[in-house]
């Protein structure tokens, strides 16, 4: 069945297929007339969108910098991934928050990373609230999910040295002060939330349920809503088969946890379902928020790539120790590559959505990708300053193209929270302060 079409000659840029057990948004047809009432006033033409990208531990602090501008930018080592996207891209350099400097290391310099607050430690959590949840809260009622809260590792427990629980240095996103919003980690899982894809058919083929509606569909829309309608499905049919190798291994997750007694979330990494190699669910998890944001499932996405203090191991770069060890290292090569393979990740989610078509613009062009780690040096557990990138013009909302340094302008023109203000009102979110800012951040 299609729906939203209220009359046999309109179709709704809202439309949906559905079969059995699942439901299939597809992408705004550009060349249909809107369905009275479907786009309020005053409303951007096209849906603005944020995702925050984290990466736990810091970065490779002497290969990550930017000269000029525009497409004659100069991008250091660590930055070469995000090359062909320099017009849209800004480097941003000299930010804090305040909140996580004096605190000690890691619990106390993750956790808030999205708020800005003043975390509590001991066994009872309390922070605040995350700037994407605030965005959600305030536009997430347009779309069928506020927001999509995605992991590429799971959650650790317990209290470190610093007696802040590691709760903090686990997740980015925060529905209120005192918990986390539940990540989901499992690439088979968020695909089918994506699709509201349920029941004793989920393992089926989602585009097989609803070929006779797609079909249908097919011969009512214009060349170029075809085109783009093809292009559509052929990604949800590929990303579909990648799922379902992640889905098998799941299940004999779930089969060896009850053999077992214990949780498969308890269990390392492959024994607990995830995908062995971390290359193949980065890409997933990507390809998942650029599905949500094409076809305006959600307008609000956070993807910890990986969590402060981890695990991950990474022998397709050559880099024998994990994750968290070898930034300690972060003046070593190894740490370069480490640091590039995750602006790749960046580069690769900002690549799908720039190939996505929105009128004379793109689903990028719509949208601002935020990357972010919680220190700038590992090895020193500085976060006096923190690496961040913007990649989108939020529907020309955001300038692009540009260099942007706030170390030397004073710690009070140079918050991470004045940033947050900033894209929370080109998102449509009004707020008279956030965190510790009670002003945008200046020249941005």
Known sequence: MVTDMPHSDSISRRTVLKGVGVTVALPWLEALPLVAGETPPGAPAYPRRFAALFMGNGISPKNWWAKGAGAEMQLSKSLEPLASLRPRLNVVSGLFNKHATGVGIHPGQTGNILSGAALQKGAVLRGGVSMDQVIAARIGEETAQPSLVLGCEQPITGYHETNFSMAYSSHISWQDANSPVPMEVYPSLAFDSLFDNQGSRRTASILDRVKDQAAALNGRVSHADKAKLDEYLTSVREVEKRVERTRTEKDRADDRARDRGRPAAAMPRPDNGLPEDIREHMKLMCDIIALAFQTDKTRVATLLLCRDLSGLFYPFLDVRTAHHPTSH???????????????????????????????????????????????????????????????????????????????????????LCGL?????????????????????????
């Open 329 to 415: 290292e972060d003046q070593s090569d190894a740490y370069e590559r480490v640091t590039r393979y995750y602006v790749g990740q960046l580069a690769y989610l900002a690549g799908r959505l720039a190939t996505m078509p929105e009128g004379d613009t793109t689903v990028l062009d719509n949208s601002c990708l935020m990357f972010v780690s919680n220190m700038w040096s590992g090895s020193q557990h500085d976060s006096r300053k923190l690496p961040v990138l913007l990649v989108g013009g939020l529907g020309g909302k955001l300038a692009t193209g540009r260099v942007l340094d706030y170390a030397d302008r004073g710690d009070d023109n140079r918050k």
């Open 420 to 444: 947050y203000l900033s894209l929370m009102d080109r998102m449509g979110v009004k707020a008279d302060r956030f965190g510790d800012a009670a002003e945008p951040l200046a020249g941005l």
